[in-house]
């Protein structure tokens, strides 16, 4: 049988086109079910407080960080997407007096203006850069921050970026959120064009993709109108330069934030019984981290929501 056609957007694979058992079977977990998803390999935490939450994912850039020495040095890779946390990792270095000098940061992602064929500047108002920089890295005390050269922000250039992942430094944990479309990072469900016409590519193929400049699902398009612009999706890029699962399999460990904000609770629920059943798809890119050795989903119980059916 062929698959479907996408509900969203026909010219796209994305999760409407799944077996609607498995989506029905994720609409199905409870909180309770949900926790108990885990398996060796893939860990489900849950949070009762926001405050929690979002400490939590804090604590995971400080635990990296104080690993790093000049011999050896640490990185974390982040997202922009929870960015809660990014004011929190600031005021913890400064209050443990932190000194960053042989730690790194990896952003996840930028997005690309097509018209210059370059990441957007950090003036431009969604800038990635920006938002790391202006949340996080400038709060930090001078004494302690880390140098300018091990910050590394993807570019139209993706070299330097894809280079810095193979010079020696550890990425301890890569943290991310999910979106609508169960990407993590811009790690989007391909187009239905050329050999992917009928199918997916399998999971063996969409894990050879490096850092690259991506077309963005229309959904995505719309979360981040949604999330981020008031919902002016005229004003989102319709391109973006992503980490790749290429490098995402040099992290020690994935850990994907789910606040409830960015994904919605059959997303959430989705995802989780994948990886938790071992089943890759790429209409479903999170669902890939299936093959990691070290995945953790983090919850925030309150954000989990219900998969009945409410009239608004």
């Known amino acids: 049988m062929p698959r479907p056609l996408s509900a969203i957007a026909p010219d796209w694979w994305d ?19 949900l926790a108990r998803l885990s398996r060796p390999g893939f860990k489900v935490v849950l949070y009762d407080t926001l405050e929690d939450f979002y400490l939590a994912e804090a ?15 640490v990185g974390v890779c982040g997202p922009i997407g929870p960015t809660e946390q990014l004011p929190l990792v600031a005021r913890l270095v400064n209050s443990l007096g932190l000194s960053l000098g042989s730690a790194h940061f990896w952003g996840m992602d930028e997005w690309f203006d097509a018209a ?7 003036t431009h108002p969604l800038s990635f850069e920006r938002a790391d920089r202006e949340l996080c890295f400038n709060r930090i005390e001078r004494r302690l921050r880390m140098p300018d050269s091990n910050l590394h922000f993807p570019k139209g250039d993706t070299r330097p ?3 810095s992942w193979s010079s020696g430094v550890r990425c301890a944990v890569m943290q991310g959120g999910q979106g609508d479309i169960k990407h993590w990072a811009f790690n989007d469900p391909l187009p239905r064009r050329g050999r992917w016409k009928q199918e997916p590519p399998p999971a ?6 490096a850092t690259r400049v991506v077309d963005l699902h229309p959904l995505t398009l ?3 109108a949604r999330t ?24 020690d460990k994935v850990s994907i934030w789910h606040a409830g904000t960015h994904d919605n609770p059959l997303g959430q629920r989705l995802t989780a019984l994948m990886i938790s059943q071992r089943i890759q798809d790429s209409a479903v890119p999170v669902s890939l981290l299936g093959g990691h050795p070290n995945v953790q989903f983090n919850y925030y119980r309150g954000g989990l929501g219900t998969c009945a059916v409410e009239m608004h």
Do not use: F, H
């Open 116 to 122: 210059t064929g370059r990441e957007v500047p950090v």
């Open 204 to 209: 063996s193929e969409y894990r050879k993709l």
């Open 59 to 73: 604590l995971e850039y400080i635990t990296a960080w104080r690993e790093s020495t000049p011999d050896n040095p």
């Open 228 to 251: 981020s612009g008031g919902g002016n999706i005229t004003m989102v890029p319709t391109q973006a330069i992503t980490v790749g699962p290429v490098e995402t399999w040099k992290a």
């Open 161 to 163: 970026y894809r280079d």
């Open 15 to 33: 999760y409407t086109t799944l077996d609607a058992s498995l989506i029905a079977d994720a609409a199905r977990l409870t909180p309770e079910k």
């Open 222 to 224: 719309a979360q981040n």
